[in-house]
């Protein structure tokens, strides 16, 4: 038994020749759950916003879904109404192969804007696509939905509750054109136990926002973005009780495996060697913790600076006094790793130099600062940015 198994849902995937006719990678993806699962999820914040996002916006709020069509490399993005039509095309199509109704098929995109989608190629792989739904293909489907990840990004908590065995699990795909707001993502969560559907779609946006809306490769926010939680799709799934233990560990989980699929895909970020945690406390309050770290984390100076080891902490400072948040820079302190370099606003005596430099070459650090003007505290996790990144995007359509 694949340890990804979850009750009352399959999974297939397929190659469907989407960004290049003569490939045969895993490119197009289906998960469906035995019934309606209740469903919830968020979306870009992206004005601009694919033809498959619509669709999910209308699903995600009747709270009940039964199907996942996944593709990349096409976004289906900035198409007109013709990109609309063919992504509804393809989920009746779905729906029909399934037997199950149109409206419970959700879409989601992900790769290049602007390209029509080769519906004909997609359409021609639906049937295969369905009848090789099994529960043990969890990993192929993570498999398809990759664009320039290198690896899929796959987590899993199980927990024992009252009403029996928890089981949460999670696949995404991202690695750059990210930033909060979401990243460029798709993530799909699956639990086992049935949810109702106010508690859940509560729960998951808490969970979101400490998660995925606290990482950023690039600064630039996806026209695709989607996040989606399935709950109870067996016949045989138990309630989620309503008591303070079980939900508290829900939640724990949840935001768990969101948590660890947001760092893989820091970690797996275009071109990335490094995964930094820029940490900012002593705010007058979480809004502006947030902002300052941001501001930190998406500073192309300072993340070259990552890229290079060099501790340059008037990068850092300077991302920080430009975020649009009060503070007295004569009062703030300054770590790099567990080296502090700046104290009260002065710098550091002494060979901080060296020491901070060989933080820098971990391949996993922290960035640290005191604003001193509050007790709000708040962490976003970044990358390094490196000539490899731009290599990957200078050559992203061909």
Not at 21 to 26: E, F, G, I, K, Q
Not at 114 to 123: A, I, S
Not at 244 to 273: H, P, W, Y
Request: with cysteine.
């Amino acid at each position: 038994m694949d340890k990804f198994e979850i009750e009352g849902f399959r999974f297939s995937a397929v190659g469907a020749g989407i960004k290049h006719a003569d490939s045969d990678r895993l490119d197009l993806a289906l998960i469906a759950s035995e019934r309606p699962a209740t469903t919830v999820g968020v979306t870009t914040t992206n004005l601009v916003c694919a033809a498959p996002v619509t669709i999910t916006r209308g699903c995600l709020q009747r709270g009940i879904a039964q199907a996942l069509l996944i593709n990349s490399g096409n976004a289906n993005a900035y198409t007109g109404d013709s990109g609309l039509a063919n992504a509804l095309f393809l989920t009746k199509s779905v729906a029909d192969s399934l037997g199950i109704a149109h409206e419970l098929v959700v879409p989601m995109s992900t790769g290049v804007i602007g390209q029509p989608l080769p519906v004909d190629r997609m359409n021609a792989k639906i049937s295969e696509l369905t009848r090789l739904m099994n529960p043990s293909s969890f990993m192929d489907a993570a498999s398809a939905i990759l664009t320039t990840d290198t690896t899929p990004k796959t987590a899993l908590v199980e927990k024992p509750l009252s009403n029996g065995p928890l089981k949460i699990a999670g696949m995404a795909k991202g690695a750059g054109m990210m930033a909060p707001n979401m990243a460029t993502m798709l993530a799909v969560v699956l639990v086992n136990m049935s949810v109702e559907e106010s508690y859940l779609r509560k729960v998951f946006a808490q969970a979101n926002d400490l998660t995925f809306n606290r990482i950023t490769v690039d600064g630039d926010t996806s026209t695709n973005d989607t996040a989606i939680i399935m709950s109870g799709g067996s016949n045989q799934s138990k309630a989620l009780l309503d008591n303070d233990m079980d939900r508290n560990l829900f939640s724990q989980g949840l935001t768990s495996v969101c948590a660890d699929l947001a760092r893989q895909i820091v970690k797996d970020g275009e071109g990335a060697t490094k995964v930094v945690e820029v940490r900012v406390f002593g705010a007058p309050d979480e809004f502006s913790a947030v902002r300052v770290s941001r501001r930190i984390a998406e500073s192309p100076l300072v993340k070259t600076a990552f890229h290079g080891e060099d501790p340059n902490w008037g990068r850092i400072i300077c991302a920080a006094g430009s975020a649009g948040v009060k503070f007295d820079p004569s009062k703030i302190d300054l770590w790099i790793g567990s080296v502090q370099i700046v104290k009260s606003g002065n710098l550091i005596a002494g060979e901080w130099e060296a020491q901070a430099k060989q933080e820098m070459r971990l391949p996993e650090f922290s960035i640290s600062i005191d604003l001193k003007t509050g007790l709000a505290h708040a962490t976003i996790l970044t990358c390094d940015l490196s000539e490899e990144y731009v290599a990957i995007n200078a050559d992203y359509r061909s």
